[in-house]
């Protein structure tokens, strides 16, 4: 841009504070380079006070346009006009002159109290805190005592006057430190402020184990977790942390619960008092319930998958293993039943066993490909709705392994074709296409052998009833 420009920067809070700038940049380009020092943490009163109030409280705008040669002199026509206007200049020239001149002051007071140094005396740091010309300070969040407040902006990464606000306050400064004015006999000057914000140095217990820690710290270290997690759970940010409730306690010792330590308590009633009941797809109206503690401990007593009980309970699916399953209250004796559990079973799994020759399936889509049939058409078979398939009787089986016959199981074959007994094996056939089937004789052979008993069969022999 073309010449330079004298700014400023004021707080909006009221506190007074302003920055007289110059810059041959644009306004935007200067803010931005300030803010950076600040979060550089760069020690001059401007950038510490940025940091200190916050970026989004401070107002900035342009002054006037001048020359580059004359830009120096109109700063400092600007800075003495806010002087005398009673504002708090935070120009790094004006305030050297500040701090010379209030340590003039300071060694004509140590002058007069019989030298600059005397303040290492008890009795005159007696006086002196009295007087208030000395303020010890501690930091209750790091738990660290300065014996003044030069001493606390020196080690400390908040300003002077960020640590004498917090003290007289008892509101934590933007770095999240909480400081407080100590008295003659060292302990800490509460104020209404510290008392609100009392909670940074409560005593934490475990609402599990009903262990009291002094503080977070303490507790932290003895769970070997970080103390931020435990003072989250405390401040009803998180339920639980390794499965404990922490929270603060008052200066009664009184629990201070938050919302997430209620419903914390809530789930862990719900889970105390719920249980597990299976019952019998016959048992329709739920009146025989097996309960259990657990999932796993129904699982393997009931042989059931163990990771479908839940989809079960909550009526995702209507069974598992021939089991409805339920969540059980503990307290009023009864159970959690869902749409799903009210509704009747559409699809049930179950065992199939061929009448024929004794042999035994976990489902009829395993006896089909054993028998190269067809699976609904062995179901059709079991439920009684065909006499056979491919020539064979199915049926299904109870959980006692009886087979379940129904009136179609009874009923006599119509038979078709040739009526056939064979001695080696003992049995009757339907046909010589039944016989072929099972014994694998080609058809045209076992038809010529019951016109020619001379054909070989592999050892066997038929002959028509």
Not at 240 to 269: A, M, W
Request: with cysteine; proline share 3%.
């Amino acid at each position: 841009m073309d010449g330079s420009i004298i700014y400023f920067a004021k707080d909006n809070l009221g506190l007074g504070l302003i920055y007289i700038g110059k810059t041959n940049r644009t306004l935007e380009e200067r803010k931005t380079e300030h803010e950076n020092s600040a979060l550089n943490r760069d020690p001059s009163p401007i950038h510490k006070a940025l940091i200190e109030y916050g970026f989004r409280n401070w107002e900035w705008g342009e002054i006037q346009k001048c020359n580059a040669e004359d830009v120096k002199l109109r700063e400092k026509y600007w800075i003495k006009k806010h002087l005398k206007s009673g504002m708090t200049v935070l120009n790094v020239t004006h305030t050297a002159k500040q701090t010379k001149n209030k340590s003039k002051s300071n060694s004509k007071i140590g002058s007069i109290m019989g030298g600059k140094n005397v303040w290492k005396s008890e009795n005159a740091k007696k006086w002196m805190i009295i007087s208030e010309k000395l303020k010890p300070v501690r930091n209750l969040t790091r738990n660290i005592d300065y014996h003044s407040l030069i001493h606390a902006d020196k080690n400390e990464i908040d300003s002077r006057p960020g640590i004498t606000r917090s003290a007289k306050t008892g509101i934590p400064t933007v770095n999240n430190n909480l400081y407080v004015f100590l008295g003659i006999d060292g302990n800490p000057i509460f104020t209404d402020g510290h008392l609100k914000n009392k909670t940074r140095t409560k005593r934490v217990k475990n609402r599990d184990t009903g262990k009291i820690y002094d503080s977070v710290k303490e507790a932290a270290e003895k769970n070997s977790v970080s103390a931020g997690v435990i003072g989250g759970v405390c401040k009803g940010d998180y339920f639980t942390v390794n499965g404990y409730s922490f929270c603060f306690l008052d200066d009664d010792q009184n629990e201070i619960l938050k919302p997430k330590h209620l419903e914390n308590d809530k789930r862990k009633k719900e889970k105390y008092n719920r249980q597990f009941a299976a019952y019998l797809i016959e048992d329709n109206n739920y009146e025989n319930p097996k309960v259990f503690d657990t999932t796993k401990e129904l699982a393997e007593t009931l042989n059931v998958n163990q990771s479908k009980i839940p989809g079960v309970c909550r009526g995702e699916s209507s069974h598992t293993s021939g089991w409805r399953i339920a969540y059980f209250n503990r307290e009023n004796n009864q159970p959690e039943l869902t749409e799903t559990h009210r509704k009747p079973v559409k699809k049930l799994i179950r065992k199939v066993k061929c009448l024929d020759d004794g042999l035994e399936f976990d489902n009829a889509s395993k006896a089909a490909k054993y028998y190269r049939s067809i699976r609904s058409q062995i179901q059709l078979v079991c439920e009684g709705s065909l006499k056979t398939t491919n020539g064979k009787k199915f049926a299904y089986l109870d959980r006692n392994g009886n087979e379940i016959i129904t009136n179609k199981h009874n009923e006599s074959l119509r038979w078709k074709g040739t009526q056939i007994f064979c001695p080696q094996l003992g049995k009757k056939f339907n046909s010589i296409k039944h016989f072929c089937d099972e014994t694998g004789v080609p058809h045209g052979r076992a038809t010529r052998h019951l016109k020619k008993s001379s054909i070989n069969l592999g050892g066997l022999t038929i002959h028509k009833i």
